[in-house]
């Protein structure tokens, strides 16, 4: 809690038994859609259970929860790809049955570089009207090959109306890269997350999707990829107002990055987000907490007051998920 309000945290993953992932990837590696998953609500309130300890240990009091992204599998072929989504939002919506008062759900979407995004319509609507789902993810780069039409391109239209019909935001979330450049990396996943966000961001700002889109949210992770190193009125940087639709969460580790990210995006358009379960195990020297505890972190920023932590904490995540109830 913060000044008696609940802690939203809108960047979480879904925890699973060991044998989720394996069989999704059985499902891949024998071509085969229709496996069922056998998994007992048991076993996926087992492994809520550090989930959830977690999120105590971390002051998050409700969790948006979404897919993994490295396992969201969108460089599959479509017909796979409409299978494990599915399954994923099937399991998810499971997860937040056994705990409604920490969970709300977010969806994962069958994208796919083969397909427009006309085929994501159908699962987002369900997710929504039948999971009762709050948003979804979106991959900038689904085949992993930066060969997707940009976030600005009509490529995305489809996608783009039924949300803003449904009054969800969409959340940029990469996955995996097939750059070569890159492989001696490790995690290089991690460098194409921000590499992704950063051109999404520009893309969007620059174009006019939200003129076409007037009532469209999109929140972009990891405090939008990169940082801006140009002025505000530089011509390289978009001159409107965005902040009715472009949003970014709070999730980067190192505290310099963080301060810097809030003061150039400005507070009313970021949001408390960890990623935990996730990346951010790494523990840090001077508190021995995991990097992802980030709520003592942002709390401790002494150029934010109170009400802007309030509003970063509580009040913008449920301004942009209008639907989130807490």
């Known amino acids: 809690m913060f000044q008696n309000h609940k802690v939203v945290d809108v960047h979480g993953h879904m925890s699973t038994p060991p044998h989720f992932r394996g069989h999704l990837g059985g ?31 971390r002051n ?6 979404g897919p993994r992204p490295v396992a ?15 399954l994923t939002n099937d399991v998810i919506a499971r997860i937040v049955k056994l705990h409604p008062d920490r969970f709300v759900g977010m969806a994962q979407l069958p994208q796919s570089a083969e397909l427009d995004t006309r085929n994501c319509v159908a699962e987002l609507e369900r ?17 992993g090959r930066r060969q997707a039409p940009g976030m600005h391109d009509e490529y995305w239209h489809s996608l783009y109306a ?23 990396i490790p995690h290089n996943y991690q460098m194409n997350n921000y590499i992704e966000e950063f051109i999404a961001m520009h893309l969007l700002s620059h174009s006019n999707v939200f003129e076409t889109f007037p009532r469209l949210k999109i929140v972009i992770c990891h405090c939008g990829g990169a940082l801006n190193r140009f002025i505000p009125t530089d011509h390289h940087l978009a001159q409107k107002d965005l902040s009715k639709n472009l949003f970014y969460d709070c ?6 990055f963080l301060t810097a990210a809030i003061k150039q995006k400005g507070v009313d358009q970021m949001m408390f987000g960890t990623e935990f379960p996730g990346s951010g195990g790494a523990v840090r020297p001077d508190t021995g907490r995991p990097s992802d505890d980030l709520f003592p972190v942002i709390d401790s920023l002494e150029f934010l007051s109170a009400e802007d932590k309030l509003n970063i904490f509580h009040k913008n995540p449920l301004k942009v998920f209008t639907r989130v109830k807490v």
């Open 162 to 184: 039924k949300a803003q019909e449904l009054d969800v935001p969409l959340m940029v979330h990469p996955s995996t890269s097939y750059d070569t450049r890159i492989e001696v």
């Open 127 to 143: 997710c929504v009207k039948e999971l009762g789902f709050v948003g979804a993810y979106v991959n900038p780069d689904p085949g």
């Open 27 to 57: 499902m891949v590696s024998l071509n085969t859609p229709n496996r069922k998953l056998d998994i007992s609500d048991e076993q996926l309130e087992n492994a809520q259970k550090s989930h959830l300890k977690g999120m105590d240990e």
């Open 72 to 86: 969201m599998w969108h460089w599959t072929r479509p017909f796979l790809q409409e299978a494990i989504c599915r």
């Open 251 to 256: 999730c980067a580790y190192d505290v310099n």
């Open 60 to 65: 998050i009091d409700v969790q948006l929860l």
